[in-house]
């Protein structure tokens, strides 16, 4: 084997409803890596069991990101859309890679200690091995890239060394079977089953905050439904939230560092861009100067222009719900035999009897 072939994965919780920042920070990024590269994309419904163990309707929930997806515009006959849970090889891989990574990699992760809070004695060991399972979702394809947005740098740095430490523990037995890559570690040439994977990060509005305060990120947890544009929102509402978005007395800066110490200014100034896909400097080129009273409007409008189709393409997609799911067991299937042959190598790297 000479290199690995080009794969982009990445995966959506589905936890509450998708908003903007999800939309803008993600999805919008997946739909364009379709027309430049091979795509996996999964509802990681396991992954959902780290924040609350039992839910009403996480079967639901997972159809609705799967709808998320579609009507976006992801297409699921070129590429690969399933829920994490059809594929068991997920897994298999994450209790190996628990075996690989050490505690102290674990106890260093911020989010961790951002969702565990003051009784991490408390926290389920789920939360604490969620990078490790996360890791397996992207290396179980040997993934070469994975778009994240700033919050999940610190998760994709520990694949990296997961995938590093795995493959120089057991370099000479990748060699032997005759299924690695020659890397450049150091200077060290070790010969790896798993690529170092690659971040994807970029575009003018990956971190939306929210509209209520600009210090916070967009949240689905957030209780005031004003703080969020949901994907299911309708016109009217999308309208309104931006609207009521909380601003300063301030007309707009002509320049980019006007912004500094002006949080919400900042954040809509940054929606704009990511949804007119300009950079903040032309946006504030165009409304430099302008009022939020003239600003505000115009941001509505173009946010109903982008998003109220979507919506309307969401509810019409979650009412057909044996589509969904028929899109969720074709990608299931085809996802589980490119994770299958990734396991059938991992056993015998390991040492696993099979067969």
């Not at 990101?65 to 994490?84: C, Y």
């Not at 010969?191 to 967009?218: Q, Y």
Request: proline residues 4%; aromatic residues 6%.
């Amino acid at each position: 084997m000479s290199a690995f072939k080009p794969l982009v994965f990445s995966g959506v919780q589905p936890t509450g409803n998708l908003h903007l920042g999800n939309y803008l920070g993600a999805i919008k990024k997946f739909v364009a890596l379709q027309d430049t590269s091979d795509c996996i994309y999964c509802v990681v419904d396991l992954h959902s069991l780290t924040a609350q163990l039992v839910y009403d309707d996480l079967a639901d929930q997972t159809r609705s990101i799967t709808a998320a997806f579609l009507a976006s515009g992801i297409d699921p006959k070129k590429h690969i859309v399933f829920n994490q849970s059809r594929v068991m090889q997920h897994a298999e891989l994450a209790w190996i890679f628990n075996c690989v990574a050490r505690i102290g990699w674990m106890n260093k992760m911020t989010q961790f200690k951002d969702k565990a809070g003051k009784d991490r004695e408390n926290a389920s060991l789920g939360l604490l091995a969620y990078p490790s399972l996360m890791a397996a979702d992207i290396l179980l394809y040997r993934a070469t890239h994975v778009p994240v947005g700033e919050d999940q740098k610190q998760h994709l740095e520990l694949t990296r060394d997961i995938a590093q430490k795995f493959n120089n523990d057991f370099s000479d037995r990748i060699a032997r079977l005759g299924v690695g890559v020659e890397m450049q570690v150091g200077e060290e040439t070790v010969n790896g089953f798993f690529p170092i994977t690659e971040p994807v990060i970029g575009g003018p509005a990956a971190r939306i905050m929210s509209l209520r305060d600009g210090s916070k990120k967009m949240s689905k947890s957030d209780p005031s439904d004003l703080s969020r544009i949901n994907l299911t929102d309708d016109a009217d509402t999308i309208s309104k939230k931006i609207r009521k978005a909380k601003t300063d007395p301030e007309a707009l800066p002509s320049e980019v560092g006007g912004l500094e110490s002006r949080p919400e200014a900042e954040n809509l100034v940054g929606i704009y861009a990511g949804l007119a896909e300009m950079s903040k400097a032309d946006v504030l080129k165009e409304f430099g100067g302008q009022q939020f009273s003239v600003f505000k409007p115009a941001l509505a409008d173009l946010a109903v222009e982008k998003l109220a189709p979507i919506a309307g393409e969401m509810r019409r997609i979650e009412g057909d719900r044996a589509y969904v799911d028929a899109v969720l067991r074709d990608g299931g299937e085809r996802a589980g035999v490119l994770a299958e042959a990734t396991m059938k190598t991992v056993r015998d790297i390991v040492g696993l009897l099979q067969g």
